[in-house]
């Protein structure tokens, strides 16, 4: 069907969008009537010239041929198509320009030397090459014109043939003699000229894609479900002709991937090119620009359409999700304290930065990792959501796996999760409750709260328990004293009302295994002895000192000289013996001290403290303030096995001076020693002290002070 019976049966208006169908409908009107307007002044142009050869009252004009010009040949027109376009120039030839082939004319009559011009015309516009005589031409020969020349070929410029732009154009073209003056006129023919792409100039619509084609994501998968193929589709575009063409491109490739025929049906519906796997695989992994080119017959290419984006997907798509893991299911406050991990199971075809997006509760609390990372750990602030007291059975735990634009979702999770608490009502995730009155302990003979003391040897001693605010009959305490398996249990009883305190028994076991010290006791309360989130005191503590060891040994001076008691205030105070500034160790030097224990006093890892002060009399009574020395000594295992600690203690200048008289020093005095130790289990023991006189003045007065 031309495109002439198309106007006249309205068939152009069956594009279903209206904006196509309505600018078709015009285009085929003024199609109809530039072509009948055309014709129309063929026929008219040819009765012109049948009329100025008719026979006249004054003669017979040449008919037939005699001196006419015959018809012409345009040399480089398309063949006539369905597009119903006549003698359609091709862009391709816009260069080269209109050629006619023009046969030789019948001659003028003209005498040798003068001349025939030919004259080309568009639309009855002269092409002009030249001018004589006001004569405007194209083309000028010499009488008598070789038969040799013609038929010739003819060349209307293409700035002849756009003047007044595209459509139906008027070709002819005439002989004058110049010699005779007279003229000849060809017949016209019709040429096309059509300088408007598919598109109208603008960029064509986007590729489209199947509707189960997500963000231009295509896998293996894909393609397996669909027969190797996969079908795009360009939408109607307006300025549709039967023979129009198409090339599909990937952006950054000059050669198409698909070209062919616009068929038929594109009028109305638009088209389909189908890409099949081998092409998908050649186009590559990663993501590519879709776009494609309309052409006309006549050689007008559109510009490149509103790009797409293709993401070919070569490996396997994640497949076999399994639920995710949470090991601490069903979760409770401790669960929730430390964090609750939840863990993506392996899945079929992960690939290394997959991006997996695993959700708690609702699509607000989510922790996103890269695999092959596969845990998360959810905090407490975000298990407490809506608020720290939730219970709820069934939480939903799961993950998405996303890779580009896709995402697989994971099947659900329940979990149950307790954070209900009993007693007043806990701040934060706990266990702590600084609300809980913490526990206290004391002994049953002492009876001083904080104390367990030697008196309550054998009386024993109590933890006082006050109970808490919201206390239900039936709840349950455990207390323990110094650690958590030293505990003791009390259920709340009827009567037992908050603010009421309770005393209960501490087994004496656990007193005497723990020693003496400052002991930790505390408790904490939950629903049952085997249900409920514990809510857990301040911890308290107890001062116990019921165990001692007698320490006989007192602290000596080796290298003492003389005396023969060491206890202070001994009178005379020679009896204390001395120590001076000669031999066998000079003040100077230090001062060792020794300390000499009786067998099994002593054990290894023993802490022992040995003191020394610094006398300003000579019976070792008088201690001057602030002149007392500490040597901490850990136990090593030969002391303990040889029952003997031996230490130097340097001695320094500032030791002796007296404080209130600077450059004065304590010459003559006394040293006073002792010390103690703290066994395993905190059971301390002291010694005696000792004393031993000094001599610093030498005679002559000098003295022998420390150098530093």
Known sequence: ???????????????????????????????????????????????????????????????????????????????????????????????????????????????????????????????????????????????????????????????????????????GYSVYSNETGNKEESEIQLLTLDLLDPALNDNPAPIEYPADVTDGVVTLKYLAEHSGTLTLHVPPYFDYYPGDKYQLYIAGNPVPV?????????????????????????????????????????????????????????????????KPLVPAAPISREDARTGVEAIVPAFKNAQAGDEIRVYYRDEDTVKVIIWPNDRVTFNWDEIALPNDQVKDPAVRVWYDVIRGKNTWTSPDTEVAVDLTTIGPDPVGPGPINATLVPVRAQGNSSKQPGFIRPADVGSGAVLLFTVYENAKVGEFVRLFYGRKDNAVTHTIAAGETPGTVISIPIPWNFVESLGNG?????????????????????????????????????VTFPDRIGGSSDVPGTTPVTALGILNCERPRPLPDGIRLAIAERAGVLSKDDLVFITLSVCSDKAGSIVVTDRTREIPVVVSDQEATSNRIERVLPLLKSYFEIADQPGKYYELGSFRASWRIVKAGNIPGSSQASAVRYALRKPGGGLCLPQS
């Open 1 to 171: 069907m031309t495109i002439l019976e198309k106007a006249n049966t309205g068939e152009a208006a069956k594009a279903k969008n209206p904006a196509i169908a309505e600018y078709r409908a015009k285009r085929d009107q003024d199609n109809k009537t530039a072509l009948e307007e055309g014709l129309q002044a063929v026929v008219k142009h040819s009765n012109e010239l049948k009329a100025a050869k008719a026979p006249t009252g004054f003669g017979v004009m040449s008919v037939g041929g005699v001196n006419a010009v015959e018809d012409f040949v345009m040399d480089n027109v398309l063949p006539a198509a369905d597009d119903g376009k006549v003698n359609l120039f091709h862009r391709d030839q816009f260069k080269s320009g209109l050629m006619l082939e023009i046969p030789l004319w019948v001659p003028s009559g003209g005498d040798d030397g003068s001349f025939d011009y030919v004259t080309l015309h568009v639309n009855g516009v002269p092409v002009v090459n030249g001018v004589e005589d006001g004569v405007q031409y194209t083309y000028k020969f010499e009488v008598p014109v070789a038969a040799t020349d013609l038929p010739g070929r003819f060349v209307i410029p293409f700035n002849s043939l756009k003047v007044g732009g595209d459509g139906i154009k008027l070709i």
């Open 518 to 554: 400052t002991i930790a006791i505390g408790y904490e309360i939950q629903e049952t002895e085997t249900t409920g989130n514990p809510q857990q005191a301040v911890d308290g503590s107890v001062e116990v000192s019921i165990a001692t060891v007698t320490v006989t040994a007192k």
């Open 258 to 322: 698909r070209s062919g025929d616009v068929p038929p049906e594109a009028e109305d519906d638009g088209f389909d090119i189908e890409l099949d796997e081998d092409t998908i695989k050649a186009i590559g992994e990663g993501v590519s620009v879709l776009q494609y080119k309309l052409e006309d017959r006549a050689g007008n290419r559109s510009d490149f359409s509103i790009p797409v984006h293709l993401t070919v997907r070569l490996t396997p798509e994640p497949e076999d999700l399994l």
